[in-house]
């Protein structure tokens, strides 16, 4: 008996970091604790850099800065589902701009 495995498809997007000083810590360690919640492979470029998304040394290593725009590529089982999860944490800014006040304390 011979088994024959069909691909799956690969899901794309390009997204943009909005975030002020880029790929940085925080918003690293949130897209990873994100892409561990999907069973897909879920991976981030940044021209010839491509990085695991589910690693945050790997996603700090693409050293993308503010408004660089990269690859979001997933596949597997829930690969639109994660595809959709995870551009949308970009295009939120990882939540930044709903918990961040850019007003400061004590001024009226």
């Given at each position: 008996?011979?088994?024959?495995?069909?691909?799956?498809?690969?899901?794309?997007r390009?997204v943009?970091?909005k975030?002020?000083?880029?790929?940085?810590i925080?918003?690293c360690?949130?897209?990873?604790?994100?892409?561990?919640?999907?069973?897909?492979?879920?991976?981030?470029?940044?021209?010839?850099?491509?990085?695991n998304?589910k690693?945050?040394?790997?996603?700090?290593?693409?050293?993308?800065?503010?408004?660089?725009?990269?690859?979001?590529?997933?596949?597997?089982?829930?690969a639109?589902?994660?595809?959709?999860h995870?551009?949308?944490?970009f295009?939120?800014d990882?939540?930044?701009s709903?918990?961040?006040?850019?007003?400061p304390?004590?001024?009226?």
């Open positions: 008996m011979s088994w024959i495995m069909a691909e799956s498809q690969v899901y794309r390009r943009i970091v975030a002020e000083h880029g790929l940085h925080r918003p360690t949130l897209l990873a604790q994100a892409a561990t919640k999907f069973d897909s492979r879920i991976r981030l470029g940044n021209g010839a850099k491509q990085a998304a690693s945050v040394w790997d996603l700090l290593e693409l050293a993308a800065g503010p408004g660089a725009e990269l690859d979001l590529e997933v596949d597997g089982p829930d639109p589902d994660a595809l959709e995870l551009a949308a944490l295009d939120s990882f939540g930044v709903a918990s961040v006040s850019t007003t304390s004590g001024d009226s």
